[in-house]
Every structure is written in C-alpha cells, then in structure tokens.
C-alpha cells in the first residue's frame, strides 16, 4: 500500500481530468493521493491490491455511478469500513439519501472550498483511524482475556 509520513492514502474517482487534478492538489500535501479517472478505474486499483484509508468519489460518473461504487466497495471485505465521502453538483434530498444508503459517510456539494474539503477528509479519517484502533486494542484484551481463562483452567 502506498503510504506516507500520515500513513493515510485517499482515492479520489472522478470521470473530470480537471476534477482529478484539483482534488489532487487540495490533498496532495496532507495524504498520499491515487486518482482513477471513472469507476472501472478504480475497480482495477482496488483488484489491484490498493486499499485505502478514504474514498473521494463523484456521484455523476458514466461509466460506474457514484452510488453504485460506494456499494460495491462496502460490499469488499477489505473497503468495508473505509469511509467514502461522495462530491456531487446534484445537490438535493434524494440524492443525499441515496449516497447514505449506499454506505457513504458524507456527501459534499460541489464545487467544495478546499478548507472544508480538507477538513472533512481530515475528521473522517481521524474517526477511521480511531476505529481501527479501537478494534485491533479490543481483539488484543480479548486474546489476553482467553489466555488469561485458559491459564486457569489448567
């Protein structure tokens, strides 16, 4: 997986080259970033072996719509839990319903200020991270917990 000093990798998909770019330079600073340009892009990086940290991903794609992939990627083992963060110039309620039964954590309007962009990238993967420590911490006082019971049953 790609990393860097954060270790947090965000996969932005977006059919707009121009997209690409400016959500790239928004975000470059901050994470590792690896663009798809469409959804079957982005299909190939994640069968590729690529796992990342959050998902930026258009609602309006032609190829694999925004909904669809976000509900594909949580039916992934591995991207389950992966926040994806949907942008989109359709800004109404049922599309926003949609994006959040797909799985999606957050749904931002475009064009998005490049402040609040990162700050919402910056609080859900905060929340992701947090999480997953939460989780590998628990697993570890389960572990200690049945070595602890099985010690004493001997």
Same mark, same amino acid.
């Given at each position: 997986?790609?990393?860097?000093?954060? $270790?947090?990798?965000?996969?932005?998909?977006?059919?707009? +080259? &121009?997209?690409? /770019?400016?959500?790239?330079?928004?975000?470059?600073? #901050? %994470?590792?970033?690896?663009? @798809?340009? $469409?959804?079957?892009?982005?299909?190939?990086?994640?069968?590729? $072996?690529?796992? +990342?940290?959050?998902?930026?991903?258009?609602? $309006? /794609? !032609?190829?694999?719509?925004?909904?669809?992939?976000?509900?594909?990627?949580?039916? /992934? !083992?591995?991207? =389950?839990?992966? +926040?994806?963060?949907?942008?989109?110039? %359709? *800004? #109404?309620? &049922?599309?926003?319903?949609?994006?959040? #039964?797909?799985? =999606?954590?957050?749904?931002? *309007?475009? +064009?998005?200020? !490049?402040? @609040?962009?990162?700050?919402?990238?910056?609080?859900?993967?905060?929340?992701?991270?947090?999480?997953?420590?939460?989780?590998?911490?628990?697993?570890?006082?389960?572990? *200690? =917990?049945?070595?602890?019971?099985?010690?004493?049953?001997?």
């Amino acid at each position: 997986m790609l990393t860097v000093a954060n $270790g947090s990798t965000v996969l932005i998909v977006d059919d707009s +080259p &121009e997209q690409l /770019m400016s959500l790239h330079q928004i975000l470059r600073d #901050s %994470y590792e970033v690896v663009t @798809a340009r $469409g959804g079957h892009a982005a299909v190939d990086l994640i069968e590729g $072996g690529l796992t +990342p940290d959050l998902v930026l991903l258009d609602f $309006g /794609m !032609p190829d694999i719509d925004g909904v669809s992939l976000c509900g594909l990627f949580k039916m /992934m !083992p591995r991207l =389950a839990k992966v +926040p994806v963060l949907v942008l989109t110039a %359709y *800004a #109404s309620e &049922e599309i926003e319903e949609q994006v959040f #039964s797909a799985g =999606a954590v957050d749904f931002i *309007a475009k +064009p998005a200020s !490049p402040g @609040a962009l990162l700050a919402r990238v910056r609080t859900h993967l905060a929340l992701y991270h947090s999480s997953e420590r939460l989780a590998r911490q628990n697993r570890q006082l389960r572990d *200690a =917990a049945r070595g602890v019971v099985t010690s004493a049953l001997q």
